[in-house]
């Protein structure tokens, strides 16, 4: 009987690996780039999707249950584009809707206030400055979550709102916005802050104005570059291949694209206008 040769199992085909679920990342306007950039350069091939709520900005003279109701409604759009992860990129955001983000969404929700605060306490003496939106200021999310950590650290909270808005017209580097921080910035100089939270998303877009009022000798924590630190540690390691990156605005559209383009330094592509 002749003998029969086994013939070798073929072998299995190659399937790519299924590209990772997009980080949807969520604010009123253009102060979430800020978070965006920070993110991007953390993960530079993961996916990314932008929203600004352009339409509704700002956000921080708004109530809580305004901005709840807005977030949830942004939050639910970013579902349907089928996101694995939201950032809230917005201090009033998080510190009016966090918790019911968290509660109602199956995926993973961060914020920007615990990231700061927790920077703050390992960076302050023992004296922290917080400025942000009105809205956020009246929360006192910062001064909560910094006493969580370490309740005997001083915490100065103050409102710039017109911070947002020179940030939303591309004003950032006037003199006009120095005029704004110097009279903004003064009273928490006066009180020996040792540390400055920048307490909003869009105020990292003015850093080198804020820089250039409270000199050297104050350290400045930037909300954006805390976030996107926890956005790393919970996603770990980025996938491989070009990133594609979706921009949505709910108005404004050819202005958002002149101001991220600049601030990106990159052209913005993929650009959608939506409603909410």
Request: charged fraction near 20%; hydrophobic fraction near 45%; aromatic fraction near 4%.
């Amino acid at each position: 009987m002749p003998t029969r040769t086994r013939s070798s199992p073929r072998p299995s085909p190659l399937v790519p690996a299924s590209p990772p679920a997009p980080i949807g990342i969520f604010d009123s306007g253009v102060g979430g780039l800020t978070v965006f950039r920070e993110i991007a350069r953390a993960l530079p091939h993961h996916p990314l999707i932008y929203l600004g709520d352009s339409a509704r900005v700002p956000y921080g003279t708004k109530s809580a249950d305004t901005v709840t109701g807005f977030t949830l409604q942004a939050a639910a759009h970013l579902i349907e584009r089928g996101i694995g992860m939201l950032v809230v990129a917005c201090n009033t955001a998080t510190a009016a809707a966090l918790p019911s983000l968290q509660s109602s969404l199956t995926i993973p929700v961060i914020g920007v206030v615990e990231p700061g605060a927790r920077a703050a306490v390992e960076q302050t003496r023992g004296r922290v400055g917080v400025i942000a939106t009105e809205g956020t200021v009246r929360s006192k999310a910062y001064t909560r979550a910094i006493h969580n950590i370490d309740p005997n650290i001083e915490v100065i909270e103050s409102a710039a709102p017109l911070f947002v808005s020179l940030a939303e017209e591309g004003w950032a580097n006037t003199h006009v916005a120095r005029e704004v921080a110097e009279i903004y910035l003064e009273p928490l100089l006066d009180a020996n802050i040792d540390t400055l939270v920048l307490g909003c998303t869009h105020y990292p877009i003015l850093r080198d104005t804020i820089e250039h009022v409270i000199g050297d000798k104050v350290m400045i924590v930037d909300s954006a570059e805390t976030t996107a630190a926890s956005v790393l540690a919970a996603i770990g390691t980025s996938s491989n291949g070009a990133a594609k990156h979706t921009f949505l605005v709910t108005d404004a559209e050819e202005r958002f694209r002149r101001i991220a383009g600049e601030f990106l330094e990159r052209a913005i592509e993929h650009l959608e206008l939506v409603t909410l």
